[in-house]
Every structure is written in C-alpha cells, then in structure tokens.
C-alpha cells in the first residue's frame, strides 16, 4: 500500500495574498463560476460562495480554508458583514465618523451593493411596500413568476420543545384559536401542571403553553396526549437563545395574559384561568409563532422603542435584537415567494443579504475611507468585519508552517 508522500512548507507572512488578490478582483468585477451544465455571475454579495468556489492547492488550499472560515462565521453573526474582510484585510482604513441615515438612503445605499439585477428589482419593491418597520422572509416556490405577499399578523421568536417536535413528528401547527399560558421559569414535573392539562382535556382547549423549558417527562406526556387527541397544548420555549431572551414578555403582551411567576409566589395551582391570554389564526413552525389578535399593543412597542433611543454607541447587538423584538409586533410580515429557476438560489441569498444590510443601515453607520475612497457601511457589520479579520490575522500568524502533499 503506497502512502501519501507530504512535505514540511515554512510559512511566510505573503502565504495569503495570492487567495486576497482574487477577492479584491470581485469588488470591481463580478466573476463567473460554473457548476455541470450551468454557468452563474457571483459579484461580491457572494464573497462567501465565491471563495468556497477557488480551486486551490498546497499553502493556498490551506489559505483558502481559514479564510472561509472566518467569512462563515461573520456572516453567521451578521448576513453581509462577510462582504468587507478581503477589503479590510489588504488595505489600510480609516474611520471618520458614525452616523445615521434615513430610510430612504439606507435602500440606496444597500442597491449600490447588490448586482443581481433580479434581486435589486424584488428587493426596491419590498421595500416600497413595507418600509423599515416590518419584517421581510424570503422562500422559493414553485410558481410561475416572482411574487410579494403581505400578511398581517405578529411573529413572536419563540422555540420549539424538541422532544415534543420528535415524538409528535411534525414541527408545523396551525390552531384557529388558542390560549397562551406563560410559566416564568419551567415546570418541574408532570403532577406540577396536573391542573392546568385538567382543564385543558374538560373544556377541551387548544393551548400554548410557554416556559424556559420542559422536563422530558412534561414533553412525552403532553406528546403522547396530543397524538391520542386527548390534549392539544403545544409546549414552545423563551429564552433558550440570545434571541428570544424576552419574547415570553412579548406574547403575553399580544395575548393580554398574565404570566405565573413563582418569584412572585404564584404556583401552579393557581386556577389557571385567571391567567390566560388570547390569540386566534396561529401559525407555528421553526421560525416561531405567528398570530393575530384583537388587542392594542402599542404601549408594549412604545415602550420597546423608547429602550432603543437610549442605547449608546457601540450596543449595535442590543439595538439588532430589540429592532427584530419590533419588526415582529408591526402587525405586518412581507414575503417575498421566488419563482424556482436555475440561478434561485443566488437570488435568495443577495435578497438576504440585502435585507440584513438595509436592517443594520438603518439603525447606525461608518464613514470608512479605504484607498481615498469613501464606503458607508452598517456599523454593527463593520465592526464584526474588523473583529474577524483581525483574528484571521492571528490565525495566520500563529501558523508556522503546512504539512502538504508533495
């Protein structure tokens, strides 16, 4: 059996320029990549497929890899942020200022980016439609031509209980009229919530029920009641991410409920009833809950966008979150239905960039000067841009050589 013969290469400080020079040939050229019988455009939207797509050997193989990992991960914190390391990495820049824009010059801004021109016309009327205050998803379907729809209704970031999801096999609900009962903390046992699944089975009520989180028995029970149609409370938890640290406050502002909270002595025996919200035409699946209701939550929102104006410099992941918190209590979800053709998937991802970059321009900016040339870019995206090319740089730096193929 042969073995794969390897070499001991030194690495230099320069290993990098070679996969950087074709970066940067993106932000003035968009390039074209071919995948079997079909050929597509990549402009800098796509800086992320594009590198994944550079055929590379010995050190700039390894090159490329960590270079991918880094734009991975920039752009899992923040879609678009991926689009300025390369950039940032091979040129100085300086920062003049951080301000905000209107409404109007954050859609301008963000159209100056974008290539696909298909893209570009989809995403100016979405945002004609809804302006900055809603919230916008964007899906494929087989359809005969591209199509924006609006729904009205309240999107909550609420999760799944998994063992529930697992055991009833299926992750998507839709409930005409539901209870909302929310549980400051979580149940710890099944006889704990005795009462409550008692009067749910008499008055044979569809409920959700939210809480931190579910003990396996509490999920097995309410699963196997729910797969019998004896039971129809569906478990949903709050506060299992960054995310959706405080949507349990927000659906019970939609629902007019009243939460039981053991910090303030409540238990769950309680007569539970007291302390049920309200919500109808109920939606459920992975990105959470989505539902309407006839009660005014313009005090709950206020008070969220009062919170917002005192956010300081440098609180951009606070002030993203609370913008996500509002953009679901607009009342208003716009959804962006793509006709399914040979280049689809590059259209959803430039849409989803394009979102996330008009999102973040909206709240606050950078004035960088690169090469004498002035960039606006969000703020929150060029400070994760300049977090991870700066640790792209000390990934490189603490290499001190490759063990390739010879």
């Known amino acids: 059996m042969n073995k794969i013969k390897r070499s001991w290469v030194k ?3 320069s290993d990098y320029l070679n996969i950087m020079k074709l970066c940067l040939e993106l932000y003035e050229t968009p390039k074209i990549i071919s995948d079997k019988n079909n050929s597509y455009v990549l ?6 497929r594009y590198v994944c797509n550079l055929n590379a050997v010995g050190k700039d193989l390894c090159m490329r890899n960590i270079l991918i990992d880094c734009l991975h991960n920039a752009h899992n914190r923040c879609p678009g942020s991926e689009i300025w390391i390369p950039k940032m990495l091979m040129n100085d820049y300086e920062v003049q200022s951080n301000y905000r824009v209107s409404s109007k010059e954050s859609l301008e801004y963000t159209l100056e980016i974008m290539h696909n021109s298909r893209a570009k016309r989809i995403f100016k009327s979405a945002i004609g439609l809804l302006g900055s205050s809603g919230k916008i998803i964007v899906e494929d379907f087989k359809i005969n031509r591209d199509a924006i ?15 529930f999801i697992e055991m009833v096999g299926k992750s998507s609900f839709y409930l005409d009229n539901a209870h909302i009962l929310v549980i400051e903390g979580a149940p710890s046992s099944v ?36 797969l019998k149609n004896k039971l129809s409370i569906i478990p949903m938890i709050y506060g299992n991410f960054l995310e959706n640290i405080n949507s349990h406050a927000d659906i019970l502002a939609i629902s007019a409920g009243i939460p039981i909270s053991k910090a303030l002595g409540d238990t769950l025996n309680i007569d539970s009833e007291e302390r049920f ?55 208003n979800l716009l959804s962006i239905k793509l006709k399914q053709t040979k280049d689809v998937f590059l259209v959803k991802e430039e849409l989803n960039i394009a979102i996330s ?3 973040n321009m909206c709240y606050m900016n950078s004035d960088i000067i690169i090469n004498n040339r002035k960039h606006v870019i969000p703020k929150n995206m060029f400070d994760i841009a300049l977090e991870i090319s700066k640790s792209f ?4 730096n603490s290499i001190g050589g490759f063990l390739i193929k010879a």
């Open 149 to 163: 729809e609006i729904r009205t209704g309240y999107k909550v970031n609420l999760s799944h209980d998994s063992r």
């Open 357 to 359: 970059y008009y999102n």
């Open 393 to 396: 740089i000390e990934s490189v």
């Open 43 to 48: 402009s800098k939207l796509n800086m992320l």
């Open 191 to 226: 006889s704990e919530l005795n009462k409550i699944l008692e009067k749910a089975h008499k008055d044979n009520i569809q409920m959700i029920l939210v809480a931190r989180s579910f003990p396996e028995e509490v999920s097995a029970t309410l699963a196997t009641n729910w």
């Open 277 to 331: 919200g309200h919500i109808y035409n109920v939606h459920i699946d992975n990105s959470g809950l989505m539902c309407h209701t006839n009660n005014n939550i313009d005090n709950h929102v206020n008070n969220l966008k009062l919170k917002v104006k005192e956010f300081k410099p440098g609180e951009e992941d606070k002030n993203i979150l609370y913008h996500e918190r509002i953009s679901g209590l607009t009342n």
């Open 11 to 13: 690495h230099s400080p």
